[in-house]
Structure formats: structure tokens, C-alpha cells
């Protein structure tokens, strides 16, 4: 079955644009978590979304901000680009985002911004 | 708040060595930690979950152990391979539904 599609796979941005990047979950899985993966940061956890409502948020400023629609996609919108917002953006889901399930990741977006 | 911490961040070994990942947790109330793998470039790949009634747990040449008490994790490769070259994360998570909380990985290189 098709994993977690991410895209774009690939972009670049100006400082104080916007952007926006989707995510399809694994078919029937309906938690979608974002992570932002920096080399100076490492893995950190931007939200989580489970039928439509943010179940959990990290610790980001309000220039971050997602949606999950019906069909269990999801999106994440960054506002306002900072040079440090460059970064690669991971999407995961797993079934109902519980510790027993498996999680899977997509190969991720890779936001560059200039 | 739950902090992990991966040391060393890099390790090159030759082909056919065994080896060990370290992972420590700072908040020994875990519920579950997991291991992956990320390929350069690319999204991550789940290799072993422990729950925190678990010990350890095996798939192949992979081996993961658990130890709340002390706060440590490690991940065991056996006879290690070239094409196990890529850097591995650990993840704790604290309860049910909370988020992942990662490490920065360890960088691995499989000499041939």
C-alpha cells in the first residue's frame, strides 16, 4: 500500500513569504504528526492532528500552523519565512496515533529560505 | 520535561563488527522507545518499539534494550553491514498520546 506522500519534496522561499506543505497519510490512518529536522535541533515535534482537531502542539511560534481535512490529509502553513525556518518538514501518521501503533514517516519536504 | 541525548553522534566501524547504539532519557516514566533509521535525504524508518514493561526486543540482526532504572536505551547490531550506514534516532514518549521526544541520532558508517 502507498506510504506517507509529502509534497513538494523540494522548494525554495524569500524571507517573508509564505508557505504551505501537504501531507497524505498511510490509507485508514488518521493521526498526521509534524516535525521539523534542523542539524543544530534535530527532531522537534511541531502538532499532531487526529479527526480534524490538533491533538497536541510543540513548542513554535504562532507562524506555524496546520489543518488535517476529512480525508485525513494535512497541511502545515508557515507564515512570514525566517532564514532559520530552512529546515527539512516531516509528516508521520499512524492509525490513531496511540503508542501501541506504528508510526511512519514521508521522505519529508525540504524548505530552503533565502 | 523529557530530554534524550545520543552519544557519540558519529561512529565508523569496519564490516562484520558488532556494535552498540547508546540512547539515555532523562524522565525515567516512559511509555514506550523507539528506535529508527534515516537514510540520507529521506524520512525515517521504524525499526524496534519497547514498550516500558518490555526488556528488549530482537528483529534480525537487531537487538534493543531497555532500562528505565538507569534511563538508558541501546540498540545492538550484529555483524554490521555497509548497507546499515545511515543515522539512527531513538524516541521516548512519555504517555499514550503524547509526542515523540527524539534524540539527535548517531551518524553511522559500515567500513566495507
Known amino acids: 500500500k502507498a506510504g506517507v506522500t509529502q509534497t513538494p519534496r523540494y522548494l525554495i522561499k524569500t524571507r517573508g513569504q509564505q508557505v504551505t506543505l501537504s501531507c497524505s497519510p498511510i490509507?485508514?490512518?488518521?493521526?498526521v504528526s509534524w516535525y521539523q529536522q534542523t542539524p543544530g535541533q534535530g527532531l522537534q515535534f511541531l502538532f499532531e492532528y487526529f479527526s480534524e482537531t490538533q491533538r497536541n502542539k510543540g513548542n513554535f511560534p504562532g507562524r506555524f500552523s496546520g489543518r488535517q481535512f476529512s480525508n485525513s490529509r494535512s497541511e502545515m502553513n508557515v507564515s512570514t519565512l525566517e532564514l532559520g525556518d530552512s529546515a527539512l518538514y516531516l509528516c508521520?501518521?499512524?492509525?490513531?496515533?496511540?503508542?501501541?501503533?506504528?508510526?511512519?514517516f514521508g521522505e519529508g519536504s525540504w524548505l530552503t529560505v533565502v | 520535561k523529557q530530554e534524550v541525548t545520543q552519544i557519540p553522534a558519529a561512529l565508523s566501524v569496519p564490516e562484520g563488527e558488532n556494535l552498540v547504539l547508546n540512547c539515555s532519557f532523562t524522565?525515567?516514566?516512559?511509555?514506550?522507545l523507539q528506535w529508527f533509521r534515516q537514510d540520507p535525504g529521506k524520512g525515517l524508518t521504524s525499526l524496534l518499539l519497547i514498550q516500558s514493561s518490555q526488556r528488549e526486543q530482537t528483529s534480525g540482526r537487531l537487538n534493543a534494550s531497555l532500562d528505565k532504572s538507569s534511563g538508558r536505551s541501546t540498540l545492538y547490531i550484529a555483524a554490521s553491514q555497509p548497507g546499515d550506514s545511515a543515522t539512527y534516532l531513538c524516541a521516548a514518549r512519555n504517555s499514550g498520546n503524547t509526542p515523540l521526544v527524539f534524540g539527535k541520532g548517531t551518524r553511522l558508517s559500515v567500513i566495507a
Open positions: 524522565d525515567s516514566a516512559i511509555y514506550n
Open positions: 490509507s485508514g490512518h488518521r493521526s
Open positions: 508521520a501518521s499512524s492509525r490513531d496515533g496511540s503508542s501501541g501503533n506504528t508510526i511512519y
